[in-house]
């Protein structure tokens, strides 16, 4: 008898548990009406007198110790709770939610991570611009039509007596970069310049007055449409995957002779045709071609000795593609359950 209160006492003060369920289990099985404890002080009658004071003690001694320990089991619950204490050093921690990056920068980052790996380095220019880096010295002629591919939002409204729009506005692309860097530096140059653009377009599922781009920019000696291939292909390899294939179509801009837009073969069918690539195999993610001889001379840099080639690409089109987001005003939108989805993204 003795030896088995001793064994329950032992039993008691090895207890220990963090759960609600489990203690009230605890409580239930010592200390209830119908417990274990009880049943032992019932039994008090039955003992032999000569037993009867050390047995008395001892079951006395096990309710004090099985109420104590009950009580801190229980103030060390609520302590969690309220205060966020802790009594037992190896539970798990709670789980703190610690944010996550945005999508676009994710894929900014990874695009900018794989052109440093090939020596580009990375410059930025000013969201307000001036005509003549948004368009003048990137070869757009005055009243020029290729000025109306890109809605622009001016600065300062026109005004009343004066018929000509306001020259200071939001960049339409970071190709204003492109600019900045040759006017202030000798080549080589070798940069690639992230950033946000603003155009005058309705909001849709398919268009956004404010977007990313990341431009590139190289320019050397004897620099050849061979570079701008073998760079864009590295490229596309480094991001969609080593079975990407890319084809170029001839294209128009102002600041690029030749130009080309490069597509990808599709990155959900792998080319044999689905509803992303609308059944072409193929999709579109940038606008490429060899830096206009004109450019170069608008920029200060000799056009005889130097070429170069350049490329610029929507952020949001790439992060689409990697996670097939369909709208481009979830970007925008903030809405914490579309954020929290890319929460093991870097
Ligand atoms: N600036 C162009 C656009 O926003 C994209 C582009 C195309 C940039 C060709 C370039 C290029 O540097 O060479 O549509």
């Known amino acids: 008898m003795i030896e088995r209160i001793k064994k329950i006492q032992e039993e008691i003060r090895d207890f220990y548990s963090d759960n609600e369920r489990e203690i009230e289990e605890f409580r239930i099985k010592y200390l209830s009406k119908k417990g274990l404890i009880p049943s032992l002080f019932n039994d008090f009658k039955t003992v032999p007198k000569e037993q009867k004071s050390e047995y008395g ?164 000696e004897d620099v050849s449409f061979a570079d ?35 597509d990808i073969s599709c990155t959900i069918c792998g080319g044999k045709g689905c509803n992303v690539c609308k059944y072409t195999g193929w999709l579109e993610i940038l606008g490429c071609g060899m830096v206009d001889p004109n450019v170069l001379e608008y920029c200060g840099i000799d056009n005889n000795q130097y070429t170069g080639f350049a490329f610029g690409m929507g952020v949001e089109r790439a992060a689409m593609l990697k996670y097939q987001i369909n709208d481009l005003r979830l970007y925008f939108e903030n809405d914490i359950r579309f954020l929290h989805q890319f929460r093991s993204a870097f």
């Open 57 to 220: 003690k001892l079951i006395n001694d096990l309710k004090n110790t099985a109420t104590e320990k009950l009580d801190s089991l229980k103030n060390s619950l609520t302590d969690v709770s309220h205060t966020g204490a802790q009594t037992d050093l190896t539970r798990p921690v709670a789980n703190i939610f610690n944010g996550s990056r945005h999508p676009l920068s994710v894929v900014r980052n990874e695009i900018i991570e794989i052109f440093q790996r090939l020596g580009f380095i990375i410059s930025e220019g000013p969201e307000i611009e001036d005509d003549d880096h948004n368009f003048g010295k990137l070869n757009f002629p005055p009243e020029h039509p290729a000025r109306d591919m890109q809605d622009t939002f001016f600065i300062k409204r026109k005004s009343e007596d004066d018929s000509n729009p306001s020259d200071i506005l939001l960049r339409t692309h970071t190709s204003s970069v492109q600019v900045r860097v040759m006017e202030n530096e000798d080549p080589p140059i070798r940069t690639i310049s992230p950033g946000r653009v603003f155009r005058n377009e309705a909001i849709s599922a398919r268009a956004h007055c404010i977007f990313h781009q990341v431009e590139g920019l190289y320019i050397d």
């Open 228 to 262: 701008l291939k073998q760079t864009l292909f590295y490229f596309a390899i480094e991001m969609y995957g080593k079975n990407t294939r890319m084809r170029f179509r001839p294209s128009y801009f102002p600041f690029t002779e030749p130009s080309a837009e490069m």
